[in-house]
């Protein structure tokens, strides 16, 4: 049995319309494909589109942890007596 959704599923806009190397929205993660036909898109959509922005955010926090520790090791190796 499929659930009936009530209310439509607003925008994960976040106000930071800036895109990134990859074409990526900076501040919700969405293409710009998927910035400009997201009024179009059924709710079954929607959800594919926020499932696919989490997944970017997280490949973003994990390589921004990664460029931190490379660069912290890099200052320190300045250091070493």
């Keep these: ?3 009936i ?3 439509d599923i607003p925008s994960p806009c ?3 319309c800036l895109v990134n ?3 990526y929205c900076k501040g919700c993660y969405r293409s ?3 910035r ?3 009024n179009s898109l059924s709710n079954a959509q929607k959800k594919k589109v926020l499932s696919l922005c989490q997944q970017r955010y997280k490949r973003y926090l994990q390589k ?3 460029n931190s520790v490379l660069n912290s ?3 320190q190796q300045g250091f070493d007596f």
Excluded: L, P
Aim: glycine residues 4%.
């Design 1 to 3: 049995m499929q659930q």
């Design 5 to 7: 959704e009530i209310f």
């Design 14 to 16: 976040k106000s930071i």
């Design 21 to 23: 190397n990859r074409g």
């Design 32 to 34: 710009r494909d998927e």
């Design 36 to 38: 400009f036909t997201w």
């Design 64 to 66: 921004d942890q990664k």
């Design 73 to 75: 090791k890099t200052k």
